[in-house]
């Protein structure tokens, strides 16, 4: 195998991750039986500002970077690489959804397959995300307000994570289902305030705004389109989930890589009255926010490079 000894590696852990006990045995060691030399440093904080304020701290200008954790550690990365022009990612699979790593690998490969020479390369585009006109976050795989949002955020429990990670891949599978749909249950009573969508028409009884930068949203939503290479993104802002119509045509087809999203470049959604506590899901991260207006962009001068193994399209 032919590894590229001109640049650092650096692999990050998260020993809160939903397969983190899976990360020694099946990165760590890997590398160093192949002779790789690498250097790994663990996420040492809750919040997803201060993991990002140290990993500007402490990764190199240049280099690649492995992510041996979830989502949201893929998507702290991103962000400080924003910054770090010079740091390339690679995402492996060891969180509860994997959705930015299955994006960019097949699921039989591994470590090594992101440390050869002729890897390839695809660029990230991130959208951009104001909320009441000030900068919130950049985004590199998806961002959901309302109910769903709402539903994710009980992923985010301890309780739930310490079940997810002691589970089998198969009763993980199980779980992840039967607690959404407890968590919908829950909550389908909850809608948005009435809004217009780029000055359209006023939409009433919406419960969910659904942007998607990338191919698959928690294992469960799957699109014909990447979204994170393109220069648009993916949108609904019509969705009333409580509605069997909206269920069966929105969620039965994306089960299949068929949801039905709309290409935009820019959306821009104005409330009619404020938004009080409006749950965000954003790229493995949860918050409750009080809105006005939410504006979703891409910025094409803004951009990460990932390593891309995977051999099917």
């Not at 990612?89 to 002729?118: E, W």
């Not at 769903?148 to 309780?159: C, E, N, R, S």
């Not at 919406?206 to 990338?214: G, M, P, V, W, Y």
């Not at 087809?253 to 068929?258: R, T």
Request: proline share 4%; charged share 25%; aromatic share 8%.
């Amino acid at each position: 195998m032919n590894h590229h000894t001109s640049e650092p590696l650096i692999v990050v852990t998260n020993p809160n991750s939903t397969k983190a006990k899976s990360v020694e045995t099946e990165v760590l060691r890997p590398l160093e039986e192949n002779g790789v030399a690498f250097k790994a440093i663990d996420t040492r904080f809750f919040l997803a500002e201060d993991n990002i304020n140290d990993f500007l701290d402490r990764l190199p200008e240049n280099g690649r970077v492995i992510s041996a954790a979830g989502d949201g550690t893929a998507e702290q990365l991103a962000t400080a690489a924003l910054q770090k022009r010079g740091l390339t990612l690679g995402i492996l699979p060891y969180g509860n959804y994997n959705d930015t790593a299955l994006s960019h690998m097949d699921k039989n490969q591994t470590v090594l397959d992101f440390v050869r020479d002729d890897v390839a390369l695809v660029e990230r585009k991130p959208m951009t995300i104001e909320i009441n006109g000030e900068h919130v976050s950049e985004t590199f795989s998806y961002a959901t307000f309302g109910l769903t949002a709402l539903i994710a955020a009980g992923f985010h429990d301890q309780a739930s994570r310490e079940r997810m990670r002691t589970a089998s891949p198969m009763r993980r599978s199980i779980l992840r289902y039967g607690q959404a749909g407890i968590g919908y249950l829950k909550h389908a009573g909850n809608t948005l305030p009435d809004f217009q969508a780029n000055g359209n028409e006023t939409q009433s009884g919406r419960t969910d705004l659904a942007f998607a930068n990338n191919p698959t949203v928690a294992r469960l939503l799957r699109f014909e389109d990447t979204y994170f290479d393109k220069d648009y993104f993916g949108v609904r802002t019509d969705l009333d989930m409580k509605s069997l119509h909206d269920l069966a045509t929105f969620g039965i087809p994306s089960l299949f890589g068929k949801a039905p999203l709309d290409r935009t470049e820019t959306m821009r959604v104005q409330f009619e009255r404020t938004a009080h506590q409006l749950p965000f899901q954003s790229g493995g991260e949860y918050q409750e926010i009080d809105a006005d207006s939410i504006f979703v962009y891409k910025d094409l001068n803004k951009k990460v490079a990932y390593l891309h193994p995977r051999r099917t399209s």
